[in-house]
């Protein structure tokens, strides 16, 4: 079977609220400008993007099912369920698709229960603290990861 030229992007609970509450934390972009960015990074690669962001642990959940037919790899940005949820982390490593990682602040710097997360080690790719354009980044060595090119 050939790989699909299709990611898919996750944003987690909260993260409809980019750019609208906490830009001190978060940054002034939205949801939608983290879709673009996205976009925009895996055109240039030749893959589309299919977004979902959801306030709900088994909508997402679904989603990531879901790719496991059609999707070549995930971006996901699991908001707080990167501290909490087995249960993602346990879709992410059943549909055994490459995954990137990302989150917007540096956990590292924040409270110590957001030093640990559920999905490190099921993600290929880390992208942390870099703001909104850590997405795009995220993107790119992932679809590295998907090409099987070197990192640049
Ligand atoms: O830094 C990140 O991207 C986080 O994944 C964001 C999560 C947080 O729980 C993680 O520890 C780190 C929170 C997402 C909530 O997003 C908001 C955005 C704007 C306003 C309020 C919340």
Do not use: K, W
């Not at 750019?19 to 983290?34: F, K, S, W």
């Not at 990531?64 to 501290?83: E, K």
């Amino acid at each position: 079977m050939t790989t699909p030229r299709r990611l898919l992007l996750v944003n987690g609970p909260n993260l409809n609220l980019l750019g609208i509450r906490e830009p001190d934390v978060y940054g002034h972009d939205t949801l939608a400008d983290v879709q673009r960015l996205v976009e925009d990074a895996a055109a240039r690669r030749g893959f589309e993007v299919r977004a979902l962001q959801s306030n709900h642990e088994g909508v997402l959940i679904d989603a990531i099912h879901a790719a496991r037919t059609d999707c070549a790899g995930i971006v996901i940005n699991p908001g707080g369920l990167t501290h909490t949820s087995v249960v993602l982390r346990d879709a992410l490593s059943g549909v055994a698709l490459p995954v990137a990682e990302v989150h917007i602040s540096n956990v590292y710097e924040r409270e110590p229960f957001r030093h640990h997360s559920y999905v490190a080690d099921v993600a290929a790719v880390h992208v942390i603290g870099e703001g909104v354009g850590g997405y795009a980044r995220a993107t790119r060595l992932l679809i590295d990861v998907i090409t099987g090119a070197a990192e640049g």
